[in-house]
Protein backbone atom coordinates (compact mmCIF):
# COMPACT_ATOMS: atom_id res chain seq x y z
CA UNK A 1 0.00 0.00 0.00
CA UNK A 2 1.43 3.50 -0.88
CA UNK A 3 -0.83 5.99 0.26
CA UNK A 4 -2.85 6.63 3.58
CA UNK A 5 -5.40 9.25 3.50
CA UNK A 6 -6.85 11.07 6.74
CA UNK A 7 -9.38 13.92 7.56
CA UNK A 8 -7.77 15.95 10.42
CA UNK A 9 -9.57 16.50 13.35
CA UNK A 10 -9.70 18.22 16.25
CA UNK A 11 -9.10 16.23 19.51
CA UNK A 12 -5.90 15.38 17.89
CA UNK A 13 -4.42 18.56 17.03
CA UNK A 14 -4.63 19.99 20.69
CA UNK A 15 -8.15 21.62 20.17
CA UNK A 16 -9.60 21.78 23.52
CA UNK A 17 -12.88 24.06 24.39
CA UNK A 18 -12.80 25.49 20.95
CA UNK A 19 -8.83 26.44 21.59
CA UNK A 20 -6.26 25.68 19.78
CA UNK A 21 -2.92 24.20 21.03
CA UNK A 22 -4.30 23.37 24.51
CA UNK A 23 -2.76 19.86 24.18
CA UNK A 24 0.00 17.62 22.70
CA UNK A 25 -0.78 17.12 18.87
CA UNK A 26 -0.47 13.88 16.74
CA UNK A 27 -2.20 11.93 13.96
CA UNK A 28 -4.23 9.15 15.22
CA UNK A 29 -4.02 6.19 12.93
CA UNK A 30 -6.90 3.81 11.77
CA UNK A 31 -6.83 0.54 13.70
CA UNK A 32 -8.65 -1.34 10.80
CA UNK A 33 -5.55 -0.09 8.91
CA UNK A 34 -2.90 -1.46 11.17
CA UNK A 35 -5.11 -4.89 10.76
CA UNK A 36 -5.09 -4.80 7.26
CA UNK A 37 -1.98 -3.92 5.80
CA UNK A 38 2.16 -3.27 6.38
CA UNK A 39 1.59 0.14 5.87
CA UNK A 40 3.40 1.08 9.70
CA UNK A 41 5.83 -0.77 11.43
CA UNK A 42 3.74 -3.93 13.26
CA UNK A 43 3.82 -4.04 16.67
CA UNK A 44 4.28 -7.45 19.38
CA UNK A 45 1.04 -7.72 20.76
CA UNK A 46 2.36 -8.77 23.70
CA UNK A 47 4.43 -5.32 24.47
CA UNK A 48 3.08 -2.65 26.86
CA UNK A 49 2.74 0.74 25.25
CA UNK A 50 5.13 -0.01 22.66
CA UNK A 51 6.69 2.73 20.38
CA UNK A 52 9.06 2.94 17.22
CA UNK A 53 10.75 5.61 15.38
CA UNK A 54 10.01 6.51 11.59
CA UNK A 55 11.05 8.56 9.66
CA UNK A 56 8.36 11.25 8.21
CA UNK A 57 9.04 14.28 5.81
CA UNK A 58 7.05 17.38 5.32
CA UNK A 59 6.76 18.17 2.09
CA UNK A 60 6.82 21.70 2.04
CA UNK A 61 10.19 21.71 4.12
CA UNK A 62 11.93 18.09 3.26
CA UNK A 63 13.28 17.98 6.31
CA UNK A 64 13.73 14.21 7.73
CA UNK A 65 12.23 13.89 11.25
CA UNK A 66 12.55 10.60 13.60
CA UNK A 67 8.88 10.98 14.84
CA UNK A 68 7.58 8.26 17.30
CA UNK A 69 4.74 5.65 16.56
CA UNK A 70 3.12 4.56 19.82
CA UNK A 71 0.67 1.61 20.72
CA UNK A 72 -1.36 2.88 23.38
CA UNK A 73 -2.69 -0.10 24.51
CA UNK A 74 -2.35 0.64 28.23
CA UNK A 75 -5.25 1.34 30.52
CA UNK A 76 -4.66 4.85 30.20
CA UNK A 77 -5.71 4.62 26.39
CA UNK A 78 -9.29 2.60 26.38
CA UNK A 79 -9.32 2.79 22.65
CA UNK A 80 -5.80 1.43 21.96
CA UNK A 81 -5.45 4.13 20.06
CA UNK A 82 -2.18 4.39 17.30
CA UNK A 83 -0.72 7.63 17.29
CA UNK A 84 1.93 9.26 15.06
CA UNK A 85 3.41 12.15 17.00
CA UNK A 86 4.12 15.43 15.52
CA UNK A 87 6.68 18.00 16.24
CA UNK A 88 7.81 21.66 15.43
CA UNK A 89 9.80 20.12 12.52
CA UNK A 90 7.21 18.66 10.78
CA UNK A 91 4.35 20.64 12.03
CA UNK A 92 5.80 23.93 12.16
CA UNK A 93 4.59 26.44 14.53
CA UNK A 94 1.71 23.87 15.42
CA UNK A 95 0.02 25.35 12.49
CA UNK A 96 0.77 23.77 9.54
CA UNK A 97 -2.27 21.32 10.14
CA UNK A 98 -5.56 22.47 11.05
CA UNK A 99 -8.79 20.33 11.32
CA UNK A 100 -10.88 19.67 8.59
CA UNK A 101 -7.45 19.66 6.64
CA UNK A 102 -6.70 16.55 4.47
CA UNK A 103 -3.13 14.72 4.88
CA UNK A 104 -1.99 12.43 2.74
CA UNK A 105 0.94 10.36 3.59
CA UNK A 106 2.92 8.72 0.93
CA UNK A 107 5.18 5.64 1.91
CA UNK A 108 8.09 5.06 -0.34
CA UNK A 109 11.59 3.48 -0.21
CA UNK A 110 14.65 5.42 0.20
CA UNK A 111 18.21 3.49 0.56
CA UNK A 112 16.43 -0.13 1.84
CA UNK A 113 14.10 1.88 4.83
CA UNK A 114 10.86 2.75 4.52
CA UNK A 115 9.97 6.69 4.98
CA UNK A 116 6.90 8.81 4.90
CA UNK A 117 5.91 11.46 3.31
CA UNK A 118 3.35 14.02 3.95
CA UNK A 119 1.33 16.19 2.54
CA UNK A 120 -1.46 18.49 3.53
CA UNK A 121 -4.78 19.71 1.53
CA UNK A 122 -7.19 22.31 2.96
CA UNK A 123 -10.41 23.57 1.78
CA UNK A 124 -8.68 26.22 -0.47
CA UNK A 125 -6.91 23.74 -2.51
CA UNK A 126 -8.19 21.72 -5.85
CA UNK A 127 -7.20 18.57 -4.68
CA UNK A 128 -9.11 18.69 -1.52
CA UNK A 129 -12.05 17.86 -4.08
CA UNK A 130 -10.11 15.66 -5.75
CA UNK A 131 -10.09 13.67 -2.09
CA UNK A 132 -13.28 14.16 -1.42
CA UNK A 133 -14.32 12.77 -4.64
CA UNK A 134 -11.76 9.48 -4.41
CA UNK A 135 -13.43 9.14 -1.03
CA UNK A 136 -16.85 9.74 -1.88
CA UNK A 137 -18.12 5.57 -1.82
CA UNK A 138 -17.03 5.58 2.13
CA UNK A 139 -20.65 5.75 4.00
CA UNK A 140 -21.39 8.79 5.24
CA UNK A 141 -20.42 8.21 9.18
CA UNK A 142 -16.65 7.65 7.50
CA UNK A 143 -16.65 11.00 5.81
CA UNK A 144 -16.50 13.33 8.63
CA UNK A 145 -13.70 14.45 10.74
CA UNK A 146 -11.70 11.47 11.13
CA UNK A 147 -12.26 10.17 7.74
CA UNK A 148 -9.39 7.75 6.56
CA UNK A 149 -8.85 5.66 3.29
CA UNK A 150 -6.10 4.05 2.16
CA UNK A 151 -4.67 3.30 -1.76
CA UNK A 152 -2.27 2.92 -4.71
CA UNK A 153 -3.68 5.45 -6.84
CA UNK A 154 -3.25 8.95 -6.24
CA UNK A 155 -2.46 10.37 -9.65
CA UNK A 156 -2.10 14.10 -8.56
CA UNK A 157 0.44 13.77 -5.92
CA UNK A 158 4.16 14.38 -7.00
CA UNK A 159 5.91 11.01 -6.31
CA UNK A 160 9.22 12.43 -7.58
CA UNK A 161 12.72 11.16 -5.06
CA UNK A 162 13.32 14.00 -2.78
CA UNK A 163 16.18 15.01 -1.25
CA UNK A 164 16.28 15.75 2.06
CA UNK A 165 17.76 19.02 3.28
CA UNK A 166 18.49 17.20 6.95
CA UNK A 167 17.85 14.90 9.83
CA UNK A 168 15.84 15.56 13.22
CA UNK A 169 15.29 13.41 15.84
CA UNK A 170 12.06 14.18 17.78
CA UNK A 171 12.85 14.86 21.27
CA UNK A 172 10.13 11.75 22.19
CA UNK A 173 12.17 9.65 20.67
CA UNK A 174 15.19 10.90 22.70
CA UNK A 175 13.46 10.56 25.65
CA UNK A 176 12.49 6.82 24.85
CA UNK A 177 16.09 6.16 23.83
CA UNK A 178 18.30 8.05 26.91
CA UNK A 179 19.10 5.66 29.47
CA UNK A 180 16.34 5.89 32.39
CA UNK A 181 17.39 6.22 35.64
CA UNK A 182 19.28 4.07 38.00
CA UNK A 183 20.21 1.75 34.43
CA UNK A 184 22.70 3.82 32.66
CA UNK A 185 23.61 1.14 29.78
CA UNK A 186 19.69 0.15 29.07
CA UNK A 187 19.37 -0.79 25.48
CA UNK A 188 16.45 1.18 25.08
CA UNK A 189 17.22 1.42 21.04
CA UNK A 190 16.35 -1.65 18.98
CA UNK A 191 19.38 -2.66 17.01
CA UNK A 192 17.08 -2.03 13.69
CA UNK A 193 16.18 1.07 14.93
CA UNK A 194 19.64 2.16 15.96
CA UNK A 195 21.10 1.12 12.59
CA UNK A 196 18.58 3.23 10.14
CA UNK A 197 18.87 6.21 12.00
CA UNK A 198 22.24 6.86 12.37
CA UNK A 199 22.92 6.41 8.86
CA UNK A 200 20.24 9.44 8.56
CA UNK A 201 22.18 11.56 11.29
CA UNK A 202 24.94 11.46 9.43
CA UNK A 203 23.60 12.21 6.13
CA UNK A 204 24.34 8.63 4.60
CA UNK A 205 28.08 9.90 4.82
CA UNK A 206 31.16 7.95 6.26
CA UNK A 207 32.12 10.31 9.80
CA UNK A 208 35.27 10.03 8.96
CA UNK A 209 36.07 9.80 5.11
CA UNK A 210 32.92 12.11 4.29
CA UNK A 211 32.21 9.70 1.41
CA UNK A 212 30.07 6.95 0.89
CA UNK A 213 29.44 3.92 -2.36
CA UNK A 214 25.22 3.70 -2.44
CA UNK A 215 24.04 1.65 -5.23
CA UNK A 216 20.19 0.43 -4.54
CA UNK A 217 19.73 -0.74 -1.74
CA UNK A 218 23.47 -1.22 -1.01
CA UNK A 219 26.09 0.74 0.79
CA UNK A 220 29.90 0.75 2.11
CA UNK A 221 28.47 1.78 5.62
CA UNK A 222 27.37 0.62 8.70
CA UNK A 223 26.77 1.98 11.68
CA UNK A 224 29.50 1.17 14.35
CA UNK A 225 28.82 1.42 18.12
CA UNK A 226 32.06 3.29 19.80
CA UNK A 227 31.09 1.82 23.09
CA UNK A 228 31.28 -2.13 21.70
CA UNK A 229 27.92 -4.16 22.20
CA UNK A 230 29.88 -7.58 23.23
CA UNK A 231 30.37 -8.56 26.45
CA UNK A 232 32.21 -7.71 28.57
CA UNK A 233 31.85 -4.40 27.07
CA UNK A 234 28.17 -4.35 27.19
CA UNK A 235 27.28 -0.77 25.23
CA UNK A 236 23.93 0.25 25.12
CA UNK A 237 22.24 0.85 21.41
CA UNK A 238 22.15 4.65 22.05
CA UNK A 239 22.27 7.42 19.34
CA UNK A 240 25.29 8.90 21.36
CA UNK A 241 27.02 5.91 21.03
CA UNK A 242 27.40 5.22 17.18
CA UNK A 243 29.14 6.91 14.73
CA UNK A 244 28.53 5.81 10.60
CA UNK A 245 31.87 4.55 9.42
CA UNK A 246 32.69 2.47 6.09
CA UNK A 247 33.53 -0.99 6.05
CA UNK A 248 37.87 -0.31 6.26
CA UNK A 249 36.88 2.74 9.21
CA UNK A 250 34.57 0.17 10.59
CA UNK A 251 37.20 -2.88 10.88
CA UNK A 252 39.83 -0.61 12.11
CA UNK A 253 37.98 1.39 14.55
CA UNK A 254 36.67 -2.23 16.35
CA UNK A 255 40.18 -3.42 16.37
CA UNK A 256 41.72 -0.03 18.08
CA UNK A 257 43.76 0.90 15.02
CA UNK A 258 42.15 4.68 16.05
CA UNK A 259 40.17 6.39 17.99
CA UNK A 260 38.59 9.83 18.87
CA UNK A 261 39.89 12.24 21.03
CA UNK A 262 37.69 14.43 23.12
CA UNK A 263 37.93 17.66 20.66
CA UNK A 264 36.12 15.20 18.34
CA UNK A 265 40.05 14.46 16.31
CA UNK A 266 40.96 11.07 14.99
CA UNK A 267 44.15 9.76 16.69
CA UNK A 268 45.86 7.05 14.83
CA UNK A 269 47.56 4.28 16.72
CA UNK A 270 51.38 4.43 17.06
CA UNK A 271 51.68 1.58 14.58
CA UNK A 272 49.68 2.45 12.22
CA UNK A 273 51.19 5.81 11.54
CA UNK A 274 52.58 4.27 8.34
CA UNK A 275 49.73 2.72 6.64
CA UNK A 276 46.55 4.67 4.81
CA UNK A 277 44.75 5.60 8.18
CA UNK A 278 47.37 8.28 9.05
CA UNK A 279 45.63 10.54 6.13
CA UNK A 280 43.27 10.97 8.89
CA UNK A 281 45.21 11.59 12.04
CA UNK A 282 44.25 14.78 13.49
CA UNK A 283 41.19 15.22 11.39
CA UNK A 284 37.54 16.25 13.12
CA UNK A 285 34.98 13.88 11.90
CA UNK A 286 31.92 15.04 10.90
CA UNK A 287 29.09 15.11 13.87
CA UNK A 288 25.22 15.09 13.42
CA UNK A 289 24.03 18.75 14.07
CA UNK A 290 21.59 18.07 17.03
CA UNK A 291 23.88 18.38 20.06
CA UNK A 292 21.83 15.64 21.67
CA UNK A 293 23.06 13.20 19.83
CA UNK A 294 26.52 13.62 18.89
CA UNK A 295 29.11 10.98 20.06
CA UNK A 296 28.82 11.22 23.54
CA UNK A 297 32.41 11.57 25.74
CA UNK A 298 32.00 9.18 27.81
CA UNK A 299 31.80 6.17 24.87
CA UNK A 300 34.50 8.04 23.50
CA UNK A 301 36.45 7.85 26.17
CA UNK A 302 35.87 3.99 26.40
CA UNK A 303 36.72 3.58 23.23
CA UNK A 304 40.33 5.23 23.88
CA UNK A 305 40.61 2.97 27.17
CA UNK A 306 39.42 -0.21 26.36
CA UNK A 307 39.68 -0.48 22.56
CA UNK A 308 42.20 1.63 21.40
CA UNK A 309 45.64 0.09 20.72
CA UNK A 310 44.06 -3.81 21.11
CA UNK A 311 45.07 -4.19 17.20
CA UNK A 312 42.90 -7.44 17.01
CA UNK A 313 39.33 -8.33 16.75
CA UNK A 314 37.47 -7.85 19.79
CA UNK A 315 36.44 -11.65 20.42
CA UNK A 316 39.91 -12.58 20.36
CA UNK A 317 40.92 -12.10 24.11
Same mark, same amino acid.
Given at each position: ?47 ? /? ?26 ? #? ?9 ? /? ?37 ? /? ?19 ? #? ?35 ? %? ?21 ? %? ?19 ? %? ?19 ? #? ?16 ? %? ?49
Amino acid at each position: MKFYIRKLNAQELGYRGGRVREAGRYILISKELQRATNFFPIFNENDV /EPSVSIGCVNNINNILVYCEYVWHNGSA #HRGKDLRLYLN /ENIDPLNSFFNKDDYLVILKFDSNGEDLFRMFRFNPADN /EYNLIENLISFLPNNQKGRGA #HYWTNEMDFIDQRSINTIRTIVSQRTINRINPRLGNP %VENTHTQDEFKKIIRRLYNLKCA %VSGSSINYLHYTNLQAAHIKP %VLNPHNGPHRLDNGILLNLDL #HHAFDRGYFTINDDYKIK %VHEKLINSSLNQFNNQSINLPVDENIKPSLDYIRYHRENIFGRLRPLRND
